[in-house]
């Protein structure tokens, strides 16, 4: 398994402001792995953070809008700019590890844009 | 067409109760499946990998059927505990979640 910690844990956040959200692995990984997660909805893939490369972006995901850092091993943030109530989600971050290659999953951020 | 669809339920069972649940997926070339659980306002965490042998962890089975693309969750002897949403997860060229589906175990 993998510890990882993630913070804030939730936050209330207004229109128009920006937020980051930091994940640190209890050991070093290649990849680390930002989701969101809307109410009601699945899983989506944001980005895959590489540490020393630029993220890569999913279809309907840009960096302006969710940039992305990656400066060693074992820690990343996302910061979601400019919010609107549209982003209210659970943003939770993730690595691959295993003998399967399973993800496992920081507790998650609640993020409401009000 | 999603690459993964799950029935979203929910599926409300009494204790004892065997239930299951059913996945597709439409990459025939997908390469790893999985099981999650995730309990209200938590991170989803893994429940068991599916071979294609199936597979077997005390009350829960998994079992893929590569033809025809699907894979399945089998909880016997329900417990109030097993109330969740599972979520099924296909693998191809990443990680790809059902929407999950709620089951609730009623006393």
């Known amino acids: 398994s993998a510890v990882i910690s993630q913070?804030?844990?939730?936050?209330?956040?207004?229109?128009?402001?920006?937020?980051?959200?930091q994940c640190q692995v209890d050991s070093q990984v290649t990849m680390m792995f930002w989701y969101r997660q809307q109410p009601g909805q699945s899983l989506t893939l944001i980005a895959t953070a590489n540490q020393g490369s630029e993220?890569?972006?999913?279809s309907g995901f840009v960096i302006d809008k969710f940039p992305i850092s990656r400066p060693n091993l074992t820690f990343s943030t996302l910061t979601v700019s400019n919010m609107s109530p549209e982003d209210s989600s659970i943003y939770l971050c993730s690595v691959a590890r295993g003998r399967a290659g399973e993800?496992?999953?920081?507790?998650?951020?609640?993020?409401?844009?009000? | 067409r999603k690459e993964v669809e799950q029935d979203p339920g929910p599926f409300n069972v009494p204790e004892g109760a065997t239930v299951a649940f059913n996945c597709t997926y439409s990459n025939s070339a997908s390469q790893s499946f999985f099981w999650y659980r995730q309990d209200c306002r938590k991170e989803p965490k893994l429940l068991m990998s599916v071979y294609s042998s199936g597979n077997e962890d005390g009350r829960f089975t998994a079992q893929l059927n590569r033809a025809s693309q699907y894979i399945s969750l089998l909880i016997r002897d329900s417990k109030l505990s097993d109330s969740a949403t599972y979520l099924c997860v296909v693998v191809g060229n990443q990680f790809y979640f059902g929407t999950g589906t709620s089951l609730t175990v009623i006393p």
Do not use: N
Request: net charge positive.
């Open chain 1, 7 to 21: 913070k804030p844990s939730r936050d209330i956040c207004q229109r128009g402001t920006s937020l980051t959200i």
């Open chain 1, 55 to 58: 993220a890569t972006y999913e």
């Open chain 1, 103 to 114: 993800l496992f999953f920081g507790e998650g951020s609640r993020l409401t844009v009000l």
